[in-house]
């Protein structure tokens, strides 16, 4: 039996009622997500079929940052589709692990969801961004997954933010509002996320978008997640 099936059978279909409250947000929080309010409205599934959510990966992709945000949709029991994309078929190592991707850039699915973790800068990479993000529904980067966004142009004009190390990065395109602080921030089609677990705390937030608080809630109970500093999201 799969973990999900498990961890269903032992109760989740009530976790509704029996998820445990939210910690306070932190003061800290609380002050920078009232100067970067989050600005994504509720998302609608398709009619048909699930959320497709693409994971671009390539050379030096960061585990962590796919596999956080990945686990996240997973565990929300709720009807999201999860693929890797990358340039090509060959295997992809991440921290060790080899990934086989599910697509190439050329014959990918339309996603809903285009999920962008720190990886090479490659040409067909920041093409697929690009063009994948224009019918998305949103598209989150993780960590410094935020620079092939903006090489993308998607943060021109927008609040961003990445990995506090990689802050000074961000700031070298003139058109993104850089943000240092929250673990996410969050534009209306766009949101970027800081590093590496903070993907968990923006995967959370897509899920609760989509499917409610109650879909966030029963995710971040199965993974045991208490994020350092939370967005304005948590505290209502």
């Not at 929250?182 to 609760?208: H, K, W």
Request: proline share 7%; charged share 20%; aromatic share 8%.
């Amino acid at each position: 039996m799969k973990r999900r099936d498990l961890l269903s059978a032992a109760g989740l279909g009530i976790a509704g009622s029996m998820v445990p409250a939210l910690l306070p947000v932190p003061t800290q929080a609380q002050d920078a997500s009232a100067d970067y309010p989050l600005m994504g409205k509720p998302l609608k599934p398709p009619a048909s079929g699930p959320v497709q959510v693409a994971f671009v990966i390539a050379p030096h992709t960061v585990l962590i940052d796919v596999a956080g945000p990945w686990e996240a949709f997973y565990d929300s029991m709720s009807g999201f589709r999860l693929y890797t994309v990358a340039p090509t078929m060959d295997m992809v190592t991440m921290g060790g692990l080899k990934v086989l991707p599910d697509y190439t850039f050329a014959n990918a699915p339309q996603a809903n969801v285009v999920v962008v973790p720190k990886s090479r800068e490659l040409p067909e990479t920041i093409a697929y961004i690009k063009d994948a993000s224009k019918t998305a529904d949103v598209t989150m980067s993780i960590c410094t997954g935020a620079l092939l966004a903006a090489k993308a142009g998607l943060f021109d004009g927008l609040h961003a933010t990445t990995h506090h190390n990689a802050y000074d990065a961000l700031a070298q395109f003139p058109k993104v509002k850089l943000v240092r602080g929250p673990r996410f921030v969050e534009e209306a089609n766009v949101s970027s996320s800081g590093g590496e677990t903070s993907g968990i705390d923006l995967a959370l937030r897509v899920v609760e978008r989509y499917y409610g608080k109650n879909a966030a809630r029963s995710a971040t109970s199965t993974l045991e997640f208490v994020s350092a500093k939370r967005a304005a999201a948590w505290s209502t």
